[in-house]
Structures are given as structure tokens and as C-alpha cells.
């Protein structure tokens, strides 16, 4: 049997529009179906290096745990090297 594999649905908004997307039926019955509500943010420096480097930096809120991740370009979208440590 194969692992489980994480897929992001990935959406630019502003804070007042989450609540509206919350309410969408396909995202309603995604957690309905077990998927997973997880907290991301990501980070750059005000120059945009991270992304000239082709890197992202990730915190992500999983429960009451954070776990900070560096992500590289990869050969796919879908594989991307990757790095990821839990944080207080």
C-alpha cells in the first residue's frame, strides 16, 4: 500500500475572505471526507529572495504543533526537495 500523499490547494486572499472560502461546498466536503485543516504561512524577504533562489519557506500550524519547512526547486511540481523541522 502506498503512503499517503499531501496535496496543496494553494489560494492568494485576504484575512476576510477565509471565511467564505470555509463555507464553499467543496471545501466543506473535503472535511467531511477526512481531509486535514492546516494553518500554512509563508515567508520572503521584502526582496523577493527566497523566490529568486527558487526556495519557499513554510510554517505550518498542524494542531497545537508548528513545524517550519525550506523548499527547493524540484524536478515536478508534484517532487520538490525538502526540509522540515519542528519549532516551538
Not at 30 to 54: C, I, M, N, V, W
Amino acid at each position: 500500500m502506498s503512503e499517503p500523499r499531501e496535496i496543496e490547494f494553494k489560494l492568494e486572499c485576504e484575512r476576510s475572505d477565509i471565511v467564505t472560502i470555509q463555507a464553499h461546498p467543496l471545501v466543506r466536503e473535503a472535511s467531511e471526507q477526512g481531509a486535514t485543516d492546516l494553518g500554512s504561512t509563508y515567508f520572503d524577504t521584502a526582496e523577493q529572495r527566497l523566490r529568486e533562489a527558487r526556495l519557499g519557506l513554510r510554517l505550518r500550524r498542524i494542531g497545537e504543533r508548528y513545524v517550519q519547512t525550506l523548499k527547493a526547486e524540484g524536478d515536478s511540481l508534484f517532487r520538490r526537495p525538502e526540509r522540515a523541522q519542528e519549532v516551538p
